[in-house]
């Protein structure tokens, strides 16, 4: 029982960590500026021409012309493609038809980061809880959690690949970088993943190990509990 405790504050600490992840992706940019989902170059200098930095809840500009550099307020859900649009000189009709599709869809799902940040933390806690109960509850709780990361993540790269490669297809000097709250994410996922199994195979092997011991009780109860047989007077010596 010891090593199957071990194993399951494994998981239990696993979904401390997805926790943390989950809210450094959470507090990209425009919250935190270095950190970001993707970053767009519109040229081939990286020091030099416009980037766009794209995070959660909104995005920051550098070296753009006309533009105010700086960052956007907090908001859920944004156009990608309109800013990228805005950023440069309107006159280039690649990046006007950027506009036209919109990816606003996507975007409003990435609020489910903390979201994501704060279910890893409710798994993190049920997880501590001893009993049966408990186990199965944490669980349930972190299946739960695992599959919103996953919906969360697979949104982020579809959305951001998507992009790049129009940024790509647009020019030829344009090029993007993935950002370390997209990989934080990831690893976040994959934490949860494997803490949901850690949880399943501990919550399964102590039912096992809980209907073993019962087991063991009653047939100690029924050897010793027993009471002696009278012997007759002509079984006795």
């Given at each position: 029982m010891g090593l199957l405790r071990g194993i399951h504050y494994l998981g239990?600490?696993?979904?401390?960590?997805?926790?943390?992840?989950?809210?450094?992706?959470?507090?990209?940019?425009?919250?935190?500026?270095?950190?970001?989902?993707?970053?767009?170059?519109?040229?081939?200098?990286?020091?030099r021409s416009p980037s766009v930095t794209f995070?959660?809840?909104?995005?920051?500009?550098?070296?753009?012309?006309?533009?105010?550099?700086?960052?956007?307020?907090?908001m859920v859900g944004y156009n990608i493609f309109?800013?990228?649009?805005?950023?440069?000189?309107?006159?280039?009709?690649?990046?006007?038809?950027?506009?036209?599709?919109?990816?606003n869809g996507l975007t409003n799902v990435m609020v489910l980061h903390p979201v994501t940040a704060g279910l890893a933390f409710i798994s993190f806690v049920l997880s501590l809880t001893s009993g049966m109960f408990g186990g199965i509850l944490a669980m349930l709780a972190t299946l739960f959690t695992f599959i919103v990361a996953l919906v969360v993540v697979v949104c982020d790269f579809v959305l951001f690949a998507y992009v790049r490669d129009q940024?790509?297809?647009?020019?030829?000097?344009?090029?993007?970088?993935?950002?370390?709250?997209?990989?934080?994410?990831?690893?976040?996922?994959?934490?949860?993943?494997?803490?949901?199994?850690?949880?399943?195979?501990?919550?399964?092997?102590?039912?096992?190990?809980?209907?073993?011991?019962?087991?063991?009780?009653?047939?100690?109860?029924h050897d010793y509990g027993t009471p002696a047989r009278r012997r007759r007077f002509w079984q006795r010596r």
């Open positions: 239990s600490f696993l979904l401390l960590a997805a926790t943390v992840l989950f809210v450094i992706s959470s507090i990209s940019a425009p919250v935190v500026n270095r950190i970001s989902m993707m970053t767009v170059y519109l040229g081939g200098n990286a020091d995070g959660t809840f909104g995005w920051c500009v550098q070296n753009a012309n006309g533009v105010t550099n700086g960052c956007s307020r907090s309109d800013i990228l649009a805005n950023v440069v000189d309107g006159n280039d009709d690649r990046l006007e038809e950027w506009a036209a599709a919109t990816a940024v790509r297809d647009a020019e030829s000097n344009n090029w993007t970088m993935w950002g370390s709250a997209s990989w934080t994410a990831l690893a976040g996922m994959i934490l949860i993943f494997i803490a949901f199994i850690i949880t399943f195979i501990t919550c399964c092997a102590g039912r096992r190990e809980k209907k073993r011991q019962s087991a063991v009780v009653k047939e100690s109860h």
